[in-house]
T-cell receptor, first 112, second 111 residues
Framework: RKEVEQDPGPFNVPEGATVAFNCTYS??????FFWYRQDCRKEPKLLMS???SGNEDGRFTAQLNRASQYISLLIRDSKLSDSATYLC?????????????FGAGTQVVVTP | DGGITQSPKYLFRKEGQNVTLSCEQN?????MYWYRQDPGQGLRLIYY???????QKGDIAEGYSVSREKKESFPLTVTSAQKNPTAFYLC??????????FGQGTRLTVV
């Protein structure tokens, strides 16, 4: 089983709609979680950190469910510019504090 | 400007050649990483380093080598032993337990 798993998609979303997707992780000791955005042929860029209490940044909301070991990302009022691949990242301190575990990414395509 | 810089942006390698990809950061981060990304795929960890003069193999280290002689620099050498090196290579750095910041990547092509 992979340490971090994501639905690859694509999630085809009409402009203005809401889309949500999850990322599951296998190590219950994982303590830091992030969502990154990657555009085609570009480097990943940090979208937001995921806190235990959940957090919101404009149209983006991230949640952490420790009991079920997943994090989620919700995008409201989708824009065409939200089309990208969204990567979740988990840091496992019991493995190696510096080893980031990336999911393979979820592709989102926002259509007019 | 603080950041992480990779060079070159594009690199062409002949069969049997070793090539070195540069990665420099001025963010004062302890940890640095090298990832490989193939088209339509996720990131796979090649090597990572938590501190100067120390580094660890990632999931796909065969055919690659690294050094960490300075905190700011973490070069990656793609050796002739790497049979399929054509890919997008990404370098990143982070503080302990923190988010990673990426360079713009190097596209390596075997010709």
């Amino acid at each position: 089983r992979k340490e971090v798993e994501q639905d690859p998609g694509p999630f085809n979303v009409p402009e203005g709609a809401t889309v949500a997707f999850n990322c599951t992780y296998s190590n219950s000791a994982s303590q830091s979680f992030f969502w990154y955005r990657q555009d085609c042929r570009k480097e990943p860029k940090l979208l937001m950190s995921v806190y235990s209490s959940g957090n919101e940044d404009g149209r983006f909301t991230a949640q952490l469910n420790r009991a079920s070991q997943y994090i989620s990302l919700l995008i409201r009022d989708s824009k065409l510019s939200d089309s990208a691949t969204y990567l979740c990242v988990v840091i496992n301190p019991t493995d190696s504090w510096g080893k980031l575990q990336f999911g393979a990414g979820t592709q989102v395509v926002v259509t007019p | 400007d603080g950041g992480i810089t990779q060079s070159p942006k594009y690199l062409f390698r002949k069969e049997g050649q070793n090539v070195t990809l540069s990665c420099e950061q001025n963010l004062n981060h302890d940890a640095m990483y090298w990832y490989r990304q193939d088209p339509g795929q996720g990131l796979r960890l090649i090597y990572y380093s938590q501190i100067v003069n120390d580094f660890q193999k990632g999931d796909i280290a065969e055919g690659y080598s690294v050094s960490r002689e300075k905190k700011e620099s973490f070069p990656l050498t793609v050796t002739s032993a790497q049979k399929n090196p054509t890919a997008f290579y990404l370098c990143a750095s982070s503080i302990r337990g923190g988010e990673a910041f990426f360079g713009q990547g190097t596209r390596l092509t075997v010709v």
